[in-house]
């Protein structure tokens, strides 16, 4: 066995029994139409080039950010992505966004491939497909006011900007946030965390986008206010049939505002799935050490889960482990996860069987267990 963290825990943790019940097979039998996908990305690579020498630098390797990341987003859907930090989260968000360019591969909106645009092409994409930042405090320039703020993007995008009056935009914009509209001139420091971020999604819709990329957009708030930014999300995403990539560390949020979920693990995606399967089901045992950490309120319910506590740190993404790449940290690792990578797809042993066990995951030896049920 190669360089396998074992974990004692682990062999009290039992396999979960076959779903039976009306409500799975209610879930299996509905035809699933999500209709043309919104972004497709295929094999997106960002690799970012490591120096030495001040004067003469030379690359001496890469930190491979993102290795290999291929999903859809389809449209008013919002799709999770979750992941330890410096798996590459933020880093796929903005190659979505084209702030950062990809090293290869292709993100296609609505079957253009934006990582192969430039100029005006580029710029009319970038106005769809548009971002809420993590943190509420840095991201609002302190010396504006809250009205130029959420008028920014009219500069950059006159072609969109409203023809009349441009004040009473910005107005109807902060009342769609559940903001006072004569608030318009004052300044980001006369506002509480919760109205900043609301602030920051006013000026992401400020252009009718149809995508929007949230980078752990509610990660900098206290838990009441999150759950207002939250509902505020979901309802917006309703009114104007929005799409988000919405990436963040707490599993039960993700859970609550997505339709499905990828799970991101040293640059690459290991299972993806909606959230019934990668929360009730998941195969992929990096999942499930993640959601058996999920801490659970109910002490019934505590008491009878197990716990997966991952041993070891997360290898350098500059020198990943061939094959597998969660295999230096996986109890169940074998020679076969040093020498092939696991391929994202539905595993053979699930393929064609009436389970929600039966979606992707990158494991050689994918299996459910019954870790946890979240939140
Ligand atoms: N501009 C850069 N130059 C070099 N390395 C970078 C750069 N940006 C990110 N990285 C590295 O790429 C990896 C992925 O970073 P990224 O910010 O995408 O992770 P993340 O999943 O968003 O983490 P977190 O949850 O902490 O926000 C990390 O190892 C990070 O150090
Ligand atoms: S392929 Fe599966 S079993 Fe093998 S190391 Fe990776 S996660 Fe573990
Ligand atoms: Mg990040």
């Given at each position: 066995m190669a360089e396998t963290a074992k974990n004692e825990e682990v062999s009290d943790v039992v396999p979960s029994t076959a779903e039976t019940t009306a409500e799975v097979e209610a879930v299996l039998d509905a035809p699933v139409d999500r209709g043309e996908p919104i972004l497709q990305v295929r094999n997106l690579v960002k690799h970012f080039p490591l120096t030495q020498g001040i004067l003469f630098k030379k690359q001496i390797g890469a930190v491979k950010a993102v290795d290999g990341v291929s999903f859809d987003l389809y449209k008013g859907e919002?799709?999770?992505?979750?992941?330890?930090?410096?798996?590459?989260?933020?880093?796929?968000?903005?190659?979505l966004m084209t702030l950062e360019t990809a090293t290869s591969g292709e993100v296609f909106y609505k079957g253009q491939d934006i990582t192969k645009l430039s100029g005006r092409a580029l710029k009319a994409v970038r106005r769809n497909i548009q971002m809420v930042f993590q943190d509420p405090y840095t991201s609002l320039n302190p010396r504006m006011t809250v009205g130029d703020i959420i008028g920014e993007p009219f500069d950059i995008h006159p072609e969109v900007a409203p023809k009349g009056d441009r004040r009473k935009r910005v107005q109807e914009l902060l009342d769609v946030v559940g903001l006072n509209p004569e608030y318009i001139n004052r300044y980001p420091h006369q506002f509480s965390g919760g109205q900043r971020q609301r602030i920051g999604i006013a000026r992401g819709l400020a252009l009718n986008p149809e995508v929007i990329i949230c980078d752990e957009p509610v990660s900098a708030l206290d838990v009441s206010v999150q759950a207002q930014v939250i509902?505020?999300?979901?309802?917006?995403?309703?009114?104007?049939?929005?799409?988000?990539?919405?990436?963040?560390?707490?599993?039960?949020?993700?859970?609550?505002?997505?339709?499905r979920v990828g799970v991101m693990y040293?640059?690459?995606?290991?299972?993806?799935?909606?959230?019934?399967?990668?929360?009730?089901?998941?195969?992929?045992?990096?999942?499930?050490?993640?959601?058996?950490?999920?801490?659970?309120?109910?002490?019934?319910?505590?008491?009878?889960?197990?716990?997966?506590?991952?041993?070891?740190?997360?290898?350098?993404?500059?020198?990943?482990?061939?094959?597998?790449?969660?295999?230096?940290?996986?109890?169940?690792?074998?020679?076969?996860?040093?020498?092939?990578?696991?391929?994202?797809?539905?595993?053979e042993v699930f393929a064609g069987k009436k389970t929600l066990a039966a979606h992707d995951s990158a494991c050689h030896f994918a299996e459910e267990r019954d870790v946890v049920h979240a939140a």
């Open positions: 919002t799709l999770g992505i979750v992941g330890e930090s410096g798996c590459g989260k933020s880093t796929v968000a903005k190659l509902n505020l999300m979901e309802k917006l995403q309703n009114e104007f049939e929005l799409s988000y990539v919405f990436i963040a560390h707490d599993l039960s949020i993700v859970r609550h505002i997505s339709d040293l640059g690459k995606m290991a299972e993806i799935g909606t959230d019934s399967e990668i929360y009730d089901h998941p195969t992929h045992p990096y999942t499930q050490a993640l959601l058996s950490a999920v801490p659970v309120p109910d002490p019934a319910a505590r008491e009878g889960r197990e716990r997966i506590i991952l041993t070891g740190d997360v290898p350098s993404p500059a020198n990943p482990p061939s094959g597998c790449r969660f295999r230096t940290r996986c109890w169940k690792a074998q020679d076969k996860c040093a020498e092939e990578v696991p391929l994202l797809a539905v595993p």
